[in-house]
Nanobody, 123 residues
Framework: QVQLVESGGGLVQAGGSLRLSCAAS????????MGWFRQAPGQQRHFVTA????????YYADSVKGRFTISRDNAKNTVYLQMNSLKPEDTAVYYC????????????????WGQGTQVTVSS
């Protein structure tokens, strides 16, 4: 079955950096658009960024544009999220997700999800 496993979360001070990874198995990774979403306590899950199957330009939420970078390595079945200049408002559980077609920002349109990794940014 399809599995997406996130890693790399943790506690970091404001202004710091983290790199999240999401390792995929059970699917033809190179065919899938991969996205990152996040969910803060008491809030809905929101789109962060996504990248197409051929690692074209990523698409970013305005709140992270210029600070976060998505990338992928199809040989390793892994998608990454480099997060720089982190802010306390970036604190959330971060989820990776996969879908077969192009980039969309609606969580309902992603078919597969990981279990999430916690990112906490202290002020």
């Amino acid at each position: 079955q399809v599995q997406l496993v996130e890693s790399g979360g943790g506690l970091v001070q404001a202004g710091g950096s983290l790199r999240l990874s999401c390792a995929a198995s059970g699917l033809t990774f190179s065919r899938y658009t991969m996205g990152w979403f996040r969910q803060a306590p008491g809030q809905q899950r929101h789109f962060v960024t996504a990248i197409t199957w051929n690692a074209g330009d990523g698409y970013y939420a305005d709140s992270v544009k210029g600070r976060f970078t998505i990338s992928r390595d199809n040989a390793k079945n892994t998608v990454y999220l480099q997060m720089n200049s982190l802010k306390p408002e970036d604190t959330a559980v971060y989820y990776c997700a996969a879908r077969l077609r192009g980039i969309v920002t609606t969580k309902e349109d992603y078919n597969y999800w990981g279990q999430g990794t916690q990112v906490t940014v202290s002020s």
